[in-house]
Protein backbone atom coordinates (compact mmCIF):
# COMPACT_ATOMS: atom_id res chain seq x y z
CA UNK A 1 0.00 0.00 0.00
CA UNK A 2 3.10 2.20 0.93
CA UNK A 3 5.47 0.82 -1.75
CA UNK A 4 5.30 4.49 -3.41
CA UNK A 5 6.65 5.74 -0.33
CA UNK A 6 9.17 3.12 1.03
CA UNK A 7 11.03 3.25 -2.91
CA UNK A 8 10.95 6.94 -3.13
CA UNK A 9 12.74 7.52 0.51
CA UNK A 10 15.03 4.82 -0.02
CA UNK A 11 16.02 6.60 -3.27
CA UNK A 12 16.55 9.66 -1.09
CA UNK A 13 19.03 8.45 1.27
CA UNK A 14 20.60 5.94 -1.38
CA UNK A 15 20.56 3.28 1.92
CA UNK A 16 18.70 -0.06 2.64
CA UNK A 17 18.22 0.61 6.03
CA UNK A 18 17.25 3.69 6.96
CA UNK A 19 16.97 5.05 10.59
CA UNK A 20 14.31 8.09 12.08
CA UNK A 21 17.24 10.38 12.19
CA UNK A 22 20.84 9.79 12.84
CA UNK A 23 24.21 12.31 13.55
CA UNK A 24 26.27 13.21 10.99
CA UNK A 25 29.74 13.89 11.94
CA UNK A 26 31.61 15.70 8.96
CA UNK A 27 33.83 18.60 10.31
CA UNK A 28 36.31 19.71 13.07
CA UNK A 29 35.09 16.59 15.75
CA UNK A 30 38.07 14.01 15.86
CA UNK A 31 40.33 17.38 15.85
CA UNK A 32 38.99 18.83 18.70
CA UNK A 33 38.03 15.51 20.57
CA UNK A 34 41.61 14.72 20.55
CA UNK A 35 43.22 18.25 21.20
CA UNK A 36 40.17 17.73 24.05
CA UNK A 37 42.29 14.10 25.03
CA UNK A 38 45.49 15.59 24.81
CA UNK A 39 44.96 18.59 27.15
CA UNK A 40 43.66 16.05 29.76
CA UNK A 41 41.02 18.48 30.35
CA UNK A 42 38.32 16.50 29.45
CA UNK A 43 35.52 16.66 32.20
CA UNK A 44 33.66 19.89 33.82
CA UNK A 45 36.47 22.44 33.45
CA UNK A 46 38.10 23.39 29.85
CA UNK A 47 38.25 25.36 26.99
CA UNK A 48 35.57 23.87 24.84
CA UNK A 49 32.69 24.38 27.19
CA UNK A 50 33.06 28.14 27.22
CA UNK A 51 33.74 28.37 23.64
CA UNK A 52 30.45 26.09 23.13
CA UNK A 53 28.45 28.51 25.74
CA UNK A 54 29.91 31.57 23.79
CA UNK A 55 29.16 30.67 20.19
CA UNK A 56 25.11 28.85 21.28
CA UNK A 57 24.34 32.12 23.10
CA UNK A 58 25.34 34.26 19.61
CA UNK A 59 23.69 31.22 17.51
CA UNK A 60 20.25 32.17 19.45
CA UNK A 61 20.64 35.54 20.57
CA UNK A 62 20.25 34.27 24.25
CA UNK A 63 22.81 36.97 26.29
CA UNK A 64 23.67 33.72 28.77
CA UNK A 65 24.22 30.13 27.70
CA UNK A 66 24.98 27.67 30.39
CA UNK A 67 25.97 24.02 29.57
CA UNK A 68 24.22 21.23 31.19
CA UNK A 69 24.23 17.17 31.24
CA UNK A 70 21.63 17.06 29.11
CA UNK A 71 17.99 18.61 28.21
CA UNK A 72 16.43 17.02 31.32
CA UNK A 73 18.58 18.17 33.63
CA UNK A 74 18.64 21.82 32.21
CA UNK A 75 14.86 21.61 32.64
CA UNK A 76 15.01 20.55 36.01
CA UNK A 77 17.37 23.67 37.21
CA UNK A 78 15.01 25.88 34.96
CA UNK A 79 12.03 24.76 36.80
CA UNK A 80 13.83 25.48 39.83
CA UNK A 81 14.77 28.82 39.18
CA UNK A 82 11.34 29.91 38.27
CA UNK A 83 10.25 29.12 41.85
CA UNK A 84 8.58 25.70 41.19
CA UNK A 85 8.45 23.74 44.41
CA UNK A 86 6.98 20.68 46.18
CA UNK A 87 3.07 21.23 46.05
CA UNK A 88 3.10 23.90 42.96
CA UNK A 89 1.61 22.91 40.10
CA UNK A 90 3.30 23.54 36.13
CA UNK A 91 1.08 23.60 32.81
CA UNK A 92 2.42 21.56 30.00
CA UNK A 93 1.52 19.94 26.75
CA UNK A 94 0.01 16.34 26.80
CA UNK A 95 2.00 16.04 23.28
CA UNK A 96 5.46 16.02 24.65
CA UNK A 97 8.42 13.73 25.57
CA UNK A 98 8.39 12.33 29.02
CA UNK A 99 11.73 14.36 29.98
CA UNK A 100 9.31 17.38 30.15
CA UNK A 101 7.24 16.40 32.90
CA UNK A 102 9.75 13.93 34.42
CA UNK A 103 11.66 17.31 34.97
CA UNK A 104 8.43 19.03 36.78
CA UNK A 105 8.08 15.98 38.97
CA UNK A 106 11.57 15.98 40.33
CA UNK A 107 10.45 19.44 42.00
CA UNK A 108 7.77 17.53 43.85
CA UNK A 109 4.95 19.68 41.21
CA UNK A 110 2.59 18.41 39.08
CA UNK A 111 1.81 18.70 35.54
CA UNK A 112 -1.44 20.26 34.12
CA UNK A 113 -2.55 19.01 30.62
CA UNK A 114 -3.24 21.89 28.26
CA UNK A 115 -4.25 21.29 24.55
CA UNK A 116 -1.91 21.82 21.23
CA UNK A 117 -2.61 23.41 18.10
CA UNK A 118 -2.89 21.00 15.08
CA UNK A 119 -1.21 23.77 12.72
CA UNK A 120 1.72 24.09 15.20
CA UNK A 121 1.45 20.89 17.37
CA UNK A 122 2.58 23.12 20.35
CA UNK A 123 0.81 24.54 23.67
CA UNK A 124 -2.12 26.43 22.23
CA UNK A 125 -2.57 30.01 23.33
CA UNK A 126 -6.81 29.56 23.02
CA UNK A 127 -6.79 26.70 25.02
CA UNK A 128 -4.18 27.77 27.93
CA UNK A 129 -6.25 31.36 28.11
CA UNK A 130 -9.58 29.51 28.47
CA UNK A 131 -8.34 26.98 31.50
CA UNK A 132 -7.08 29.62 33.10
CA UNK A 133 -9.69 32.15 33.08
CA UNK A 134 -12.29 29.41 33.74
CA UNK A 135 -10.17 27.49 36.61
CA UNK A 136 -7.74 29.92 38.07
CA UNK A 137 -7.73 33.49 40.72
CA UNK A 138 -5.11 35.64 41.43
CA UNK A 139 -3.91 35.78 45.15
CA UNK A 140 -1.03 37.91 46.64
CA UNK A 141 0.72 37.69 42.92
CA UNK A 142 0.01 33.88 42.90
CA UNK A 143 -1.81 32.03 40.33
CA UNK A 144 -3.99 29.92 42.38
CA UNK A 145 -6.03 26.89 40.54
CA UNK A 146 -9.56 26.90 41.82
CA UNK A 147 -9.95 23.18 41.68
CA UNK A 148 -6.98 21.93 43.83
CA UNK A 149 -6.10 24.87 45.48
CA UNK A 150 -2.47 24.70 44.71
CA UNK A 151 -0.02 27.50 43.17
CA UNK A 152 0.42 27.26 38.98
CA UNK A 153 3.85 28.85 39.39
CA UNK A 154 5.10 27.95 35.50
CA UNK A 155 4.44 26.66 32.02
CA UNK A 156 6.49 25.08 30.10
CA UNK A 157 5.35 25.26 25.85
CA UNK A 158 7.72 22.79 23.64
CA UNK A 159 7.83 23.75 19.96
CA UNK A 160 7.69 20.16 18.52
CA UNK A 161 10.02 17.92 16.20
CA UNK A 162 11.33 22.07 15.65
CA UNK A 163 7.92 23.76 14.76
CA UNK A 164 7.55 26.36 16.62
CA UNK A 165 4.17 27.23 18.91
CA UNK A 166 2.87 30.69 18.98
CA UNK A 167 5.45 31.44 21.58
CA UNK A 168 4.51 35.09 22.03
CA UNK A 169 0.70 34.72 22.50
CA UNK A 170 1.62 32.26 24.96
CA UNK A 171 4.19 34.50 26.78
CA UNK A 172 1.98 36.92 26.98
CA UNK A 173 -0.85 35.13 28.38
CA UNK A 174 1.45 33.95 31.03
CA UNK A 175 2.44 37.03 31.83
CA UNK A 176 -1.41 38.04 32.88
CA UNK A 177 -1.56 35.29 34.93
CA UNK A 178 1.89 35.29 36.83
CA UNK A 179 3.21 32.48 35.30
CA UNK A 180 6.61 31.74 35.01
CA UNK A 181 7.78 30.58 31.04
CA UNK A 182 10.32 27.84 30.51
CA UNK A 183 10.29 26.97 26.60
CA UNK A 184 11.26 23.47 25.99
CA UNK A 185 13.36 23.93 22.82
CA UNK A 186 14.70 20.56 23.28
CA UNK A 187 13.62 20.32 19.92
CA UNK A 188 14.16 23.48 17.76
CA UNK A 189 17.44 24.56 17.82
CA UNK A 190 17.57 27.03 14.32
CA UNK A 191 14.12 26.99 14.81
CA UNK A 192 12.96 30.74 14.89
CA UNK A 193 9.68 32.67 15.57
CA UNK A 194 9.01 35.65 14.02
CA UNK A 195 12.87 36.32 13.19
CA UNK A 196 13.60 35.06 16.53
CA UNK A 197 15.43 32.41 18.36
CA UNK A 198 12.80 29.96 19.86
CA UNK A 199 13.85 28.95 23.72
CA UNK A 200 14.38 33.01 23.89
CA UNK A 201 11.02 34.34 25.02
CA UNK A 202 10.63 32.90 28.10
CA UNK A 203 12.57 34.05 31.32
CA UNK A 204 14.62 30.53 30.26
CA UNK A 205 14.61 27.88 27.57
CA UNK A 206 16.62 24.53 27.24
CA UNK A 207 17.71 22.42 24.68
CA UNK A 208 19.00 18.67 24.42
CA UNK A 209 22.15 17.79 22.29
CA UNK A 210 20.98 13.96 22.73
CA UNK A 211 21.95 11.37 20.14
CA UNK A 212 18.84 12.12 18.36
CA UNK A 213 18.73 15.76 17.73
CA UNK A 214 19.50 17.92 14.76
CA UNK A 215 23.29 18.73 16.51
CA UNK A 216 24.75 16.26 19.22
CA UNK A 217 27.18 15.66 21.92
CA UNK A 218 26.08 12.24 22.62
CA UNK A 219 24.34 13.77 25.41
CA UNK A 220 24.12 17.46 26.70
CA UNK A 221 22.05 20.14 27.30
CA UNK A 222 21.76 23.64 28.07
CA UNK A 223 19.80 26.72 29.30
CA UNK A 224 19.06 29.80 27.70
CA UNK A 225 18.54 33.27 29.26
CA UNK A 226 18.59 36.98 29.23
CA UNK A 227 18.87 37.42 33.02
CA UNK A 228 22.37 37.49 34.06
CA UNK A 229 20.99 36.44 38.07
CA UNK A 230 19.31 33.21 36.82
CA UNK A 231 22.51 32.65 34.39
CA UNK A 232 24.51 32.54 37.35
CA UNK A 233 22.45 31.21 39.32
CA UNK A 234 21.90 28.07 36.89
CA UNK A 235 25.84 27.94 36.65
CA UNK A 236 26.11 27.84 40.53
CA UNK A 237 23.44 24.98 41.09
CA UNK A 238 24.57 22.98 38.31
CA UNK A 239 28.02 22.98 39.81
CA UNK A 240 27.20 21.43 43.32
CA UNK A 241 26.19 24.56 44.54
CA UNK A 242 29.88 25.53 45.22
CA UNK A 243 30.84 29.06 46.27
CA UNK A 244 33.42 30.70 43.98
CA UNK A 245 36.92 30.60 45.67
CA UNK A 246 40.56 29.68 44.48
CA UNK A 247 40.46 26.27 46.38
CA UNK A 248 38.38 26.11 49.35
CA UNK A 249 35.20 23.66 48.71
CA UNK A 250 32.23 25.40 50.32
CA UNK A 251 28.66 24.36 49.04
CA UNK A 252 25.61 26.35 50.77
CA UNK A 253 23.08 24.69 49.59
CA UNK A 254 22.15 20.98 48.35
CA UNK A 255 23.04 21.49 44.52
CA UNK A 256 23.35 19.32 41.71
CA UNK A 257 26.50 17.56 39.32
CA UNK A 258 25.14 18.76 35.73
CA UNK A 259 27.64 20.53 34.33
CA UNK A 260 28.72 19.00 30.66
CA UNK A 261 31.93 17.73 29.95
CA UNK A 262 34.41 19.50 27.86
CA UNK A 263 34.41 15.87 25.99
CA UNK A 264 31.24 17.31 24.90
CA UNK A 265 31.23 20.38 24.77
CA UNK A 266 34.26 19.74 21.90
CA UNK A 267 31.74 17.41 20.16
CA UNK A 268 29.56 20.61 20.26
CA UNK A 269 31.81 23.19 19.51
CA UNK A 270 32.25 20.94 15.60
CA UNK A 271 28.65 20.40 15.65
CA UNK A 272 27.53 23.83 15.71
CA UNK A 273 30.76 25.03 13.15
CA UNK A 274 27.86 22.89 10.34
CA UNK A 275 24.75 24.02 11.46
CA UNK A 276 24.03 26.12 8.24
CA UNK A 277 24.37 22.74 6.53
CA UNK A 278 22.56 20.67 8.12
CA UNK A 279 19.88 23.28 7.99
CA UNK A 280 19.65 23.56 4.53
CA UNK A 281 20.07 20.09 3.93
CA UNK A 282 16.98 19.34 6.10
CA UNK A 283 14.82 22.48 4.61
CA UNK A 284 15.36 20.63 1.18
CA UNK A 285 14.48 17.48 2.48
CA UNK A 286 10.90 18.75 3.56
CA UNK A 287 10.62 20.44 0.38
CA UNK A 288 11.35 17.22 -1.08
CA UNK A 289 8.95 15.20 1.24
CA UNK A 290 6.05 18.61 0.37
CA UNK A 291 5.72 17.34 -2.70
CA UNK A 292 5.85 14.15 -2.56
CA UNK A 293 2.72 14.13 -0.28
CA UNK A 294 1.02 17.08 -2.53
CA UNK A 295 -1.22 14.66 -4.59
CA UNK A 296 -1.57 12.30 -1.79
CA UNK A 297 -4.03 11.50 0.98
CA UNK A 298 -1.40 12.06 3.55
CA UNK A 299 -0.53 15.40 5.34
CA UNK A 300 3.07 16.48 5.60
CA UNK A 301 3.57 18.93 8.47
CA UNK A 302 4.72 22.12 7.31
CA UNK A 303 6.16 24.54 9.35
CA UNK A 304 3.75 27.06 10.91
CA UNK A 305 2.99 30.67 10.15
CA UNK A 306 5.45 33.13 11.40
CA UNK A 307 7.98 30.73 11.63
CA UNK A 308 11.11 29.24 10.17
CA UNK A 309 11.34 25.88 11.55
CA UNK A 310 14.08 23.68 11.61
CA UNK A 311 12.35 20.91 10.36
CA UNK A 312 13.87 18.45 13.06
CA UNK A 313 11.73 15.27 12.54
CA UNK A 314 9.66 15.35 9.40
CA UNK A 315 5.73 14.31 10.03
CA UNK A 316 2.93 13.26 8.33
CA UNK A 317 -0.95 12.81 8.95
CA UNK A 318 -2.68 9.66 8.35
CA UNK A 319 -6.27 9.32 8.04
CA UNK A 320 -6.99 7.36 11.18
CA UNK A 321 -4.80 5.39 13.63
CA UNK A 322 -6.41 2.14 11.76
CA UNK A 323 -3.99 3.65 8.90
CA UNK A 324 -1.42 4.92 10.78
CA UNK A 325 -0.83 1.39 12.30
CA UNK A 326 -0.83 -0.12 8.19
CA UNK A 327 1.89 2.12 7.34
CA UNK A 328 4.35 1.92 10.52
CA UNK A 329 4.52 -2.02 10.07
CA UNK A 330 4.46 -1.69 6.47
CA UNK A 331 7.89 0.72 6.60
CA UNK A 332 9.34 -0.63 9.24
CA UNK A 333 8.94 -4.47 7.99
CA UNK A 334 10.65 -2.53 4.80
CA UNK A 335 13.60 -1.52 6.76
CA UNK A 336 12.11 2.49 7.02
CA UNK A 337 12.23 3.84 10.82
CA UNK A 338 9.11 5.31 11.44
CA UNK A 339 7.96 6.24 14.12
CA UNK A 340 4.41 7.39 15.87
CA UNK A 341 4.39 10.67 18.18
CA UNK A 342 4.50 10.02 21.37
CA UNK A 343 1.47 8.42 23.57
CA UNK A 344 -0.13 11.05 25.59
CA UNK A 345 1.61 12.24 28.98
CA UNK A 346 -2.09 12.19 30.72
CA UNK A 347 -2.17 8.36 29.67
CA UNK A 348 1.23 7.27 30.88
CA UNK A 349 0.88 5.65 35.12
CA UNK A 350 2.84 8.51 36.37
CA UNK A 351 0.70 11.26 35.30
CA UNK A 352 -2.73 9.70 35.04
CA UNK A 353 -4.49 11.75 38.08
CA UNK A 354 -2.82 14.95 36.26
CA UNK A 355 -5.58 17.72 35.50
CA UNK A 356 -6.22 18.08 32.22
CA UNK A 357 -7.96 21.01 29.56
CA UNK A 358 -10.32 19.80 26.80
CA UNK A 359 -7.17 17.56 24.84
CA UNK A 360 -9.33 17.07 21.46
CA UNK A 361 -6.05 18.26 19.48
CA UNK A 362 -4.17 16.17 20.89
CA UNK A 363 -5.78 12.95 20.63
CA UNK A 364 -6.60 13.40 16.95
CA UNK A 365 -2.71 14.30 16.23
CA UNK A 366 -1.89 10.64 18.94
CA UNK A 367 -4.07 8.80 16.35
CA UNK A 368 -2.40 9.96 13.03
CA UNK A 369 0.88 11.40 13.66
CA UNK A 370 4.17 9.29 12.57
CA UNK A 371 7.52 10.48 11.76
CA UNK A 372 9.67 9.57 8.60
CA UNK A 373 13.05 9.54 8.00
CA UNK A 374 14.54 12.64 8.81
CA UNK A 375 18.58 12.45 9.15
CA UNK A 376 20.57 15.37 7.38
CA UNK A 377 21.66 13.98 3.65
CA UNK A 378 25.15 14.11 3.12
CA UNK A 379 24.91 15.09 -0.75
C1 LIG B 1 15.05 15.35 23.86
C2 LIG B 1 14.03 16.05 24.64
C3 LIG B 1 14.20 16.40 25.99
C4 LIG B 1 15.27 15.88 26.90
O1 LIG B 1 16.51 15.92 26.49
P1 LIG B 1 17.63 14.92 27.04
O2 LIG B 1 18.86 15.61 26.57
O3 LIG B 1 17.41 13.61 26.36
O4 LIG B 1 17.53 14.85 28.50
C5 LIG B 1 13.25 17.18 26.62
N1 LIG B 1 12.15 17.58 25.97
C6 LIG B 1 11.92 17.24 24.69
C7 LIG B 1 10.69 17.72 24.04
C8 LIG B 1 12.83 16.45 23.99
O5 LIG B 1 12.57 16.11 22.73
Known sequence: MFKDFINFTKNLYDQDAIPLHEPRFIGNEKIYLNDCIDSTFVSSSGKYIEIFEENIAKFTGSKFAIATTNGTSALHISLILSGVERGNEVITQPLTFVATCNAIKYCGAN???????????????????????????????????????????????????????????????????????????????????????TGTFGELGIMSF???KIITAGGGGCILTNDKFLASQAKYLTTTAK?????????????????????????????????????????QLAETYKSYFKNS???????????????????????????????????????????????????????????????????????????????????
Not at 341 to 363: H, P, R, V, Y
Open 243 to 283: VNHQWEYNHDIVGYNYRMPNLNAALLVAQLENISNFLSSKR
Open 111 to 197: PIFIDVDKETLGLSPKALEKFLKDNTFIRNGDCINKTSGNIIKACVPMHTFGHPCKIDEVKKICDRFHLKVIEDAAESLGSFFKNKH
Open 210 to 212: NGN
Open 297 to 379: EITFQIEPKNSKSNYWLNAIFLADKAERDAFLQETNESGLFTRPIWTLMNKLNMFQDAQCGSLENAIWLEQRTVNIPSSVRVL
